[in-house]
């Protein structure tokens, strides 16, 4: 479950390639990002010159990770009992699949060390790593374990 810590290639050149920013706002971020520091992305999306999920998709091409929509996804409950609610709403992931004893979890920073490090001490599983938006991983969040639970409790 080790990610390439140091990706070929920028992640402005990629947003540039994929159409998705233009050159110009490109070198302007930059110059924001040497003056107030920050991450490129985040300057990018606070500047209004790209989407959540243009990154998204851009930083999917970076650490060639595979990215995820999760909002018409369907939850698998069997997922969900491989990480507490607690760890997933603290690093911001959720199971979302458990196929071929492979757990599937998407995340919004996957190069967050200690977030891999919880889900390597919660399930002994393979695990294969997803990107996806923060806001769709916080309503799954809320709406899978509530359904987890409450699935429990009927039966």
């Known amino acids: 479950m080790v990610l390439k810590k140091f990706p070929n290639r920028l992640l402005g050149e990629i947003l540039v390639e994929e159409g998705f920013l233009e050159p110009e706002n490109l070198k302007k971020a930059l110059e924001i990002q040497k003056k107030e520091g920050g991450l490129i992305g985040g300057i990018l999306l606070r500047m ?9 998709v851009a930083l999917s091409k970076q650490l060639s990770l595979p990215f995820i929509k999760l909002g018409s996804y369907n939850i698998n409950h069997q997922a969900l009992k491989h990480l507490p609610r ?34 390597e001490k919660h399930t002994p599983s393979p695990v294969q790593i997803f990107l996806a938006s923060q806001s769709e991983i916080k309503k799954m969040i809320e709406d899978s374990y509530a359904n987890a639970c409450s699935d429990v409790k009927k039966g």
């Open 86 to 119: 607690e760890i997933a709403v603290q690093y911001l992931m959720i199971p979302f699949e458990y196929d071929n004893q492979v757990l599937s979890i998407a995340m919004s920073n996957p190069l967050d060390t200690d977030a891999i490090l919880q889900i």
């Open 48 to 56: 209004g010159w790209i989407t959540e999920e243009e990154l998204l």
